[in-house]
């Protein structure tokens, strides 16, 4: 089955300053790369996805790339805020399959 | 959209009791998954099921945990009999019929068990 690979575990960044989140998958045949931020004490809620005929997506501060041909993934926040501090995670579906594979999380700190 | 609905919110239990945690997906949605969150082993996909019929159980610890969905807005993870290990948050996620399956979380179950 899949595995997800998430680097790194905890990230502190001094705020306005950006922060990126790299994930790993094994299984080529996976096409669909979500992410999800959950706060403290939260759901974890969808903030971005990319599909894999798309390289780069972007949605204000953040934006995703893939890299399919490494079978790497990444998140990037910009003129990161306090706001932007929670856990984050990355996650993999295979084509056709609802299941997602999951990463470890990133626990990302914002330093006022 | 109401959104998925999860109840209890929180439950404490003695161990040895049954445990039953419950979940209305977002109406329209064919696919529900069972989530377990401990600081310990991440967020760990349980079973899930799409039209009511579960697909992969394989992330269920063992006997004691036990899931159904007898129709298309309702479903109930039971635990049987509870150990104090099972104390987590229990996220119940659905997701629409078309793909790519995006999965909406429920505000989830904090199970305490003493």
């Known amino acids: 089955g899949e595995n997800v690979e998430q680097h790194p575990s905890t990230l502190s960044v001094q705020e306005g300053d950006s922060a990126v989140i790299k994930c790993t998958y094994s299984?080529?045949?996976?096409?669909?790369f979500p992410w999800y931020k959950q706060e403290l004490g939260k759901r974890p809620q969808l903030i971005i996805d990319?599909?894999?005929?798309?390289g780069e997506k972007k949605d204000q501060r953040i934006a995703v790339t893939l890299n399919k041909t490494a079978k790497h993934f990444s998140l990037h926040i910009t003129e990161t805020q306090p706001e932007d501090s929670a856990v984050y995670f990355c996650?993999?579906?295979?084509?056709?399959?609802?299941?997602?594979?999951f990463g470890t999380g990133t626990r990302l700190t914002i330093i006022p | 959209d109401a959104g998925v609905i999860q109840s209890p919110r929180h439950e404490v239990t003695e161990m040895g009791q049954e445990v039953t945690l419950r979940c209305k997906p977002i109406?329209?949605?064919?696919?529900l998954f069972w989530y377990r969150q401990t600081m310990m082993r991440g967020l760990e996909l349980l079973i899930y099921?799409?039209?009511?019929?579960?697909?992969?159980d394989s992330g269920m610890p063992e006997d004691r945990f036990s899931a159904k969905m007898p129709n298309a807005s309702f479903s109930t993870l039971k635990i049987q009999p509870s150990e104090p290990r099972d104390s987590a948050v229990y996220f119940c996620?659905?997701?629409?019929?078309?793909?790519?399956?995006?999965?909406?979380f429920g505000p989830g179950t904090r199970l305490t068990v003493t």
């Open positions: 996620a659905s997701s629409p019929v078309q793909g790519p399956y995006e999965q909406y």
């Open positions: 299984d080529s045949a996976s096409n669909y």
């Open positions: 990319i599909r894999s005929n798309v």
């Open positions: 996650a993999a579906s295979i084509g056709g399959n609802e299941k997602l594979t």
């Open positions: 109406s329209g949605h064919n696919s």
């Open positions: 099921f799409n039209n009511n019929v579960p697909i992969d």
